[in-house]
């Protein structure tokens, strides 16, 4: 196979249509429902980086019209102050979406409070419920990274069945969901990790190559088979001779002499989180429609 350059997956230009699309349908279920959808996004402390993905959330909200009814704690907020606000949250017929932005204060369980929202209003699609719902292949709301992953995959119709695909990293937030996406759509998968001996090994043999560890351009060009689909799901800032900058897991100038497909970072899934997001939102709110099957 000869390959020039690689097609850019743009995540960015389909999360801007995804949110039109969204935007569209929230106006005709408006007209339904006879309210806007809501999202709750409970910030705790001061974390810069929360700070700035919540400002891009808050935008994409009022952007398809989705109402934002974030909350900003302090960082002593306690556990059971926060499992109070998710139960009245739960509540709150004007509330279709509750998220916690990650990372929390150390002395919180992030966990503990997951399990405390409402499945069927988990907008990251993280509760254990949501998970079974994908471990069994039942409708649910999806994890919103791997969901955007896969719907960038389809968009650019990305064959998958019969493909090898190999996930770097294992975490509840992105590796274990993606990989039962990928299993779903008849792809074979392989999840690596830290401990795995002989990384460029295994990329090698990958058709479908989707890094998600957060290790600045840990995937290099003789890690990765011509010709294939490069998915780069971390994000990392580091300071060089250039200046202070986002890159990805992947090192995206020599990557792409090889690759087929690849997604830039920023601008490839990131964009793509924030939709599925809002889309997991639209989905709960769709609910409240007169004719809508009722949650057994």
Known sequence: MDIKT????????????????????????????????????????????????????????????????????????????LDQVIQALNQDAQVDGILVQLPLPKHLDAVSLLHQIDPDKDADGLHPVNLGRLVRGEPGLRSCTPAGVMRLLEEYDIELQGKRAVVIGRSILVGKPLALMLLAADATVTIAHSRSSDLPAITKQADILIPAVGRPELITADMVKLGAVVV?????????????????????????????????????????????????????????????????
């Open 232 to 296: 780069d799901v971390g994000i990392s800032r580091i300071t060089d001779t250039v200046g202070s900058r986002l890159v990805g897991d992947v090192q995206f100038n020599s990557v792409r002499e090889v690759a087929q497909f690849i997604t830039p970072v920023p601008g490839g899934v990131g964009p793509m989180t924030v939709s599925m997001l809002l889309q997991n939102t639209v989905l709960s709110y769709s609910k409240w429609r007169p004719d809508a099957p009722k949650a057994t």
């Open 6 to 81: 690689a097609q850019i997956l743009d995540g960015k230009a389909l999360a801007e249509r995804i949110l039109t699309e969204l935007r569209s349908r929230i106006q005709v279920l408006q007209t339904e429902v006879g309210r806007p959808p809501g999202l709750a996004v409970l910030v705790v402390g001061n974390d810069p980086a929360s700070a700035a993905y919540v400002r891009n959330k808050e935008r994409a909200c009022a952007k398809v019209g989705i109402t934002s009814f974030g909350q900003h704690f302090p960082t002593d907020t306690t556990q059971v102050e």
